[in-house]
């Protein structure tokens, strides 16, 4: 059911917001003992949403998300009840003494926060990526996809990606530093917004490195997403989070506003080549690859159809494509060709991430913002001072999974030598913001004077990350029962996943410059419109209670694991 239905159905009085609190904790109970999606439960939801159905009731509606129950990811304080946790068991137990900015904005705005999402534990920040999985958390255990058994559910915002994507919540908050949104939204069959950095608060949200974290929705249609994101939207105080001092606009749009069916009418749509490269992301075989482009492919043929001109461009900072088999069969608007044929991996190809070069930056970052999340604690409820504090626990709790998945990450953060404001980190930071930004996603779109970029979103995290440039996915398709299963490793109890398959999703991203949310937004609305791969791919487990087109209960059949 997506916002605006809710909004409907509370409207006419067919239903409360209580009755839809109840119904999605019942819909978390009959699942996630086998998804572990959710780490924590408000236990203020109802109260909450009886005062929420008492002001609707007196004629006070605040918007489109009042007493609707959504999930935040479980490193965003909410100063109630709830843990904040990034995943860790170290955390049980630390209150915060405020709330997140954006968790503010979010109450202003009437939503009920229904609970913590499962995560990556310290939202990847921890373990070397060969020794852990991703959606796993010492507190919230293995989480999976329910697009099929043992489903790799992307990180690092697992958990909020897995709930929304079978209706467990309205909608939900992920971040992202590289990937992090982007990967869970198109592998759980969702629309997911990385924004531009500065647009949304950090605020009392565990971060690991302020130079690219940023937070955003997950939803189920693009209209769910605009919805989110209008709400956590603006300027914070300096001594907050004073990246969002350079936001263009003294408040920031309602970008439900640029939702036009014919938003693409008239755009021109950048097709950058060499960043289809199977290296920028192996998590797929070639074979998932093809029926990736296959799809992308198709879907620059429906972006032509209504109205957009597709023009092959690149990122002046990449190696060039090794061939030119990739741009062989689909017309576009500059009388160039493209085709599912992808090129081949390479091991001779070097980016402007592949050296140690964000390490220079990132590890004394993530160590200074630790710190500083640990600081802001109340005193009394945690001995936790330092990252030191944070390793030792780990080391000693068997929840934690110490030493199998290893905290190799926080060993490089706690002895760097660099400082966090040092010239070095600055130099390292610059330099790969200038190669992912201006000679990068900016350049691409200058030269040929387009609108967006389009990307399978497998291939389209990196550049925007260092940019600092928003992104929006929304479906594209999913894997056929005639492909093979791609195992991350199929007889390790740690790292057993399945990363590609049957029945498992792919999503298609428009990139666009800094603070162009409002145009993304609108082109990803237009294709969905078009498209509605959405609605037809059926996830593996569904929970069986339903809240009816009336406001009544139903219990459906369930399709379990």
């Given at each position: 059911?997506?916002?605006?239905?809710?909004?409907?159905?509370?409207?006419?009085?067919?239903?409360?917001?209580?009755?839809?609190?109840?119904?999605?904790?019942?819909?978390?109970?009959?699942?996630?003992?086998?998804?572990?999606?959710?780490?924590?439960?408000?236990?203020?939801?109802?109260?909450?949403?009886?005062?929420?159905?008492?002001e609707?009731?007196?004629?006070?509606?605040?918007g489109?998300?009042?007493?609707?129950?959504?999930?935040?990811?479980?490193?965003?304080?909410?100063?109630?009840?709830?843990?904040?946790?990034?995943?860790?068991?170290?955390?049980?137990?630390?209150?915060?003494?405020?709330?997140?900015?954006?968790?503010?904005?979010?109450?202003?705005?009437?939503?009920?926060?229904?609970?913590?999402?499962?995560?990556?534990?310290?939202?990847?920040f921890?373990?070397?990526?060969?020794?852990?999985?991703?959606?796993?958390?010492?507190?919230?255990?293995?989480?999976?996809?329910?697009?099929?058994?043992?489903?790799?559910?992307?990180?690092?915002?697992?958990?909020?990606?897995?709930?929304?994507?079978?209706?467990?919540?309205?909608a939900?908050?992920?971040?992202?530093?590289?990937?992090?949104i982007?990967?869970?939204?198109?592998?759980?069959?969702?629309?997911?917004?990385?924004?531009?950095?500065?647009?949304?608060?950090?605020?009392?949200?565990?971060?690991?490195?302020?130079?690219?974290?940023?937070?955003g929705?997950?939803?189920?249609?693009?209209?769910?997403?605009?919805?989110?994101?209008?709400?956590?939207?603006?300027?914070?105080?300096?001594?907050?989070?004073?990246?969002?001092?350079?936001?263009?606009?003294?408040?920031?749009?309602?970008?439900?506003?640029?939702?036009?069916?014919?938003?693409?009418?008239?755009?021109?749509?950048?097709?950058?080549?060499?960043g289809?490269?199977?290296?920028?992301?192996?998590?797929?075989?070639?074979?998932?690859?093809?029926?990736?482009?296959?799809?992308?492919?198709?879907?620059?043929?429906?972006?032509?159809?209504?109205?957009?001109?597709?023009?092959?461009?690149?990122?002046?900072?990449?190696?060039?494509?090794?061939?030119?088999?990739?741009?062989?069969?689909?017309?576009?608007?500059?009388?160039?060709?493209?085709?599912?044929?992808?090129?081949?991996?390479?091991?001779?190809?070097?980016?402007?991430?592949?050296?140690?070069?964000?390490?220079?930056?990132?590890?004394?970052?993530?160590l200074?913002?630790?710190?500083?999340?640990?600081?802001?604690?109340?005193p009394?409820?945690?001995?936790?001072?330092?990252?030191?504090?944070?390793?030792?626990?780990?080391?000693?709790?068997?929840?934690?999974?110490?030493?199998?998945?290893?905290?190799?990450?926080?060993?490089?953060?706690?002895?760097?030598?660099?400082?966090?404001?040092?010239?070095?980190?600055?130099?390292?930071?610059?330099?790969?913001?200038q190669?992912?930004g201006?000679?990068?996603?900016?350049?691409?779109?200058?030269?040929?004077h387009?609108?967006?970029?389009?990307?399978?979103?497998?291939?389209?995290?990196h550049?925007?990350a260092?940019?600092g440039?928003?992104?929006?996915?929304?479906?594209?398709?999913?894997?056929?029962?005639?492909?093979?299963?791609?195992?991350?490793?199929?007889?390790?109890p740690?790292?057993?996943?399945?990363?590609?398959?049957?029945?498992?999703?792919?999503?298609?991203?428009?990139?666009?410059?800094?603070?162009?949310?409002?145009?993304?937004?609108?082109?990803?609305?237009?294709?969905?419109?078009?498209?509605?791969?959405?609605?037809?791919?059926?996830?593996?487990?569904?929970?069986?209670?339903?809240?009816?087109?009336?406001?009544?209960?139903?219990?459906?059949?369930?399709?379990?694991?």
């Amino acid at each position: 059911m997506t916002i605006n239905e809710m909004g409907q159905l509370l409207q006419m009085r067919t239903t409360t917001s209580e009755e839809l609190v109840d119904v999605y904790l019942q819909r978390i109970s009959e699942v996630d003992d086998r998804l572990h999606a959710i780490n924590e439960i408000n236990s203020d939801a109802h109260a909450i949403a009886r005062e929420l159905d008492k002001e609707r009731a007196l004629g006070k509606v605040r918007g489109p998300l009042h007493g609707v129950p959504i999930l935040v990811k479980d490193v965003i304080a909410t100063n109630d009840k709830m843990n904040n946790t990034a995943g860790s068991v170290c955390l049980l137990g630390a209150r915060t003494l405020e709330e997140a900015s954006i968790i503010t904005k979010l109450r202003k705005a009437g939503a009920i926060i229904l609970g913590k999402a499962n995560l990556d534990e310290w939202a990847g920040f921890r373990s070397d990526f060969h020794t852990t999985s991703l959606g796993w958390s010492g507190y919230g255990g293995q989480g999976r996809g329910a697009y099929r058994q043992d489903q790799d559910p992307g990180g690092s915002s697992s958990g909020s990606a897995v709930a929304v994507s079978i209706g467990l919540a309205a909608a939900a908050l992920g971040t992202e530093t590289r990937g992090s949104i982007i990967i869970p939204a198109e592998w759980n069959n969702l629309v997911g917004v990385k924004p531009t950095l500065g647009l949304v608060s950090r605020h009392m949200v565990i971060a690991s490195c302020p130079r690219q974290d940023v937070v955003g929705p997950l939803a189920r249609t693009v209209r769910d997403a605009a919805y989110l994101l209008t709400a956590i939207a603006g300027k914070d105080k300096y001594e907050n989070d004073n990246y969002t001092l350079d936001q263009p606009f003294e408040s920031p749009p309602d970008y439900t506003k640029a939702l036009n069916r014919d938003a693409l009418q008239g755009a021109r749509i950048g097709v950058p080549w060499n960043g289809v490269l199977p290296e920028f992301y192996p998590a797929q075989s070639p074979e998932h690859l093809q029926v990736i482009m296959r799809s992308f492919n198709e879907s620059l043929a429906i972006l032509q159809a209504a109205g957009a001109t597709i023009v092959h461009t690149s990122f002046p900072s990449l190696p060039a494509p090794q061939n030119e088999n990739h741009r062989k069969t689909a017309p576009t608007g500059d009388g160039q060709d493209t085709s599912s044929d992808i090129p081949p991996a390479s091991a001779h190809n070097t980016y402007p991430w592949s050296n140690a070069a964000p390490s220079a930056y990132q590890n004394p970052d993530a160590l200074l913002a630790i710190n500083t999340y640990l600081s802001r604690l109340d005193p009394a409820s945690t001995p936790l001072r330092h990252l030191h504090d944070i390793a030792a626990c780990t080391a000693s709790n068997p929840r934690e999974q110490h030493p199998p998945r290893d905290i190799s990450q926080w060993t490089a953060a706690l002895t760097t030598p660099i400082a966090p404001n040092s010239s070095q980190a600055w130099t390292a930071y610059q330099s790969l913001y200038q190669a992912c930004g201006p000679n990068g996603v900016f350049a691409a779109l200058q030269n040929g004077h387009l609108d967006a970029l389009v990307l399978p979103s497998v291939f389209s995290s990196h550049l925007p990350a260092y940019a600092g440039s928003p992104i929006v996915t929304v479906p594209m398709g999913a894997f056929g029962p005639d492909v093979g299963v791609k195992w991350r490793k199929e007889h390790d109890p740690l790292l057993r996943s399945v990363m590609a398959g049957p029945g498992m999703t792919f999503g298609l991203s428009f990139l666009g410059e800094k603070w162009s949310e409002e145009m993304l937004l609108g082109l990803a609305y237009a294709y969905e419109q078009r498209t509605g791969v959405r609605g037809r791919v059926r996830p593996l487990v569904v929970p069986r209670t339903e809240l009816g087109g009336e406001g009544r209960w139903r219990v459906q059949e369930e399709v379990s694991l």
